[in-house]
């Protein structure tokens, strides 16, 4: 019916005198099926009429509909009512059904016009929601287009900026100074890092965190490694964070990984390191172990810069560091997930305190 209706709509076009002649070639259509059933349903004269009233009705506009009802009705009185050919008035019984049949046929139509009135609404409603969608999927592309030119530049200004920390560096006679400017840049560099990864996620910038944490472990590893057999393994839950997690994590990722680069595998020995990823609904965990050297004697709190940073960056994201020796260092960050709704903490069972690390620990 929604169909016949919304296919019909196109013949409410069509002039008065079109729209009453075609409803005229209705009516005699159906007039000509009711002659030829006359021995099959004597005494029945508007039988097959009715769906002819129904017809004009759902094809055109009410007026339409009230004149089919018109013709249809002097078409049965005159042809199948005795006395046949006559518009006298018949006897008792067809009077009645006369009677009945105007009322049936006229409420018949102004339902079908309420019921067109209905479809025609909901198709406008239906146009509306086709165009706002419209408009939200243009707007959409326009804010990707937007969020891809303000990353490209904070990625090329960060560049910049590490770029002009490496060549003050060099200029530089003291060492520490050369490292210090040399390590903000390579922290500039994991920020920059971050945005050339950025996507957008709902209505906020995300981070593909599997991908993001395998170029920057390639890169660390390139950089600082060189030749030496080092293996640097990366697995990671496909997950995307916000980018107000991405950033700590890319840079805690960068100082632990730094960290273990240089620190762990001294005189040219051989190991391996594993960076791990994992969330759950509520918590995410990320690990870093190696197999190097360990902390050979050191307490956790005999602390550096670099873990002072990743301590305030775990603080930052309301989660918990935990640093143990386990044939090498294992560094452990639980913190709440980020599409978590807080209901009390995130850390889940906390190891003994013997292994927390509430302070920078170095090698």
Excluded at 194 to 218: N, P
Aim: glycine share 6%; hydrophobic share 45%.
């Amino acid at each position: 019916m929604h169909r016949i209706i919304t296919r019909a709509a196109v013949l409410k076009t069509l002039s008065r005198f079109q729209q009453y002649a075609a409803a005229t070639a209705i009516v005699v259509l159906f007039v000509a099926v009711r002659v030829a059933l006359d021995r099959v349903l004597p005494g029945y004269p508007f039988l097959v009429l009715l769906p002819a009233v129904m017809l004009v009705a759902l094809l055109f506009e009410r007026g339409t509909g009230i004149f089919a009802v018109v013709l249809a009705t002097v078409c049965a009185w005159f042809l199948f009512i005795p006395p046949n050919f006559s518009l006298a008035w018949p006897d008792l019984p067809n009077s009645v059904a006369l009677v009945l049949f105007v009322p049936i046929a006229i409420f018949m139509v102004r339902s079908i016009e309420d019921l067109r009135k209905a479809v025609d609404a909901v198709n406008r409603r239906e146009q509306d929601l086709q165009n706002v969608v419209q408009r939200l999927q243009a707007s959409d592309a326009e804010k990707d287009v937007l969020l891809r030119e303000v990353n490209h530049r904070i990625k090329n200004d960060l560049q910049l900026v590490a770029a002009m920390l490496h060549l003050q560096g060099r200029k530089l006679g003291s060492p520490e100074a050369r490292e210090a400017l040399g390590t903000a840049a390579a922290r500039i560099g994991v920020m920059g890092r971050v945005h050339s990864r950025l996507t957008r996620r709902d209505t906020e910038a995300a981070v593909d965190m599997k991908e993001f944490l395998e170029g920057l472990c390639d890169d660390l590893r390139s950089t600082l490694v060189g030749v030496q057999p080092v293996a640097v393994r990366v697995q990671a839950d496909p997950i995307t964070m916000p980018l107000s997690h991405a950033v700590p994590m890319g840079l805690i990722v960068n100082e632990l990984l730094t960290n273990a680069l240089k620190y762990a595998f001294r005189d040219g020995r051989t190991g391996r390191i594993d960076i791990t990823m994992r969330c759950e609904p509520d918590v995410c965990e990320l690990v870093v172990r190696d197999d190097g050297i360990g902390m050979q004697g050191l307490s956790p709190r005999d602390g550096s810069l670099g873990m002072s940073l990743v301590r305030s960056l775990v603080h930052g994201i309301d989660g918990d560091l935990y640093t143990i020796e386990d044939h090498g260092v294992v560094h452990t960050i639980r913190f709440p997930h980020p599409d978590a709704k807080p209901h009390g903490s995130a850390s889940g069972a906390p190891l003994p305190a013997a292994f927390r690390d509430d302070s920078p620990c170095a090698r």
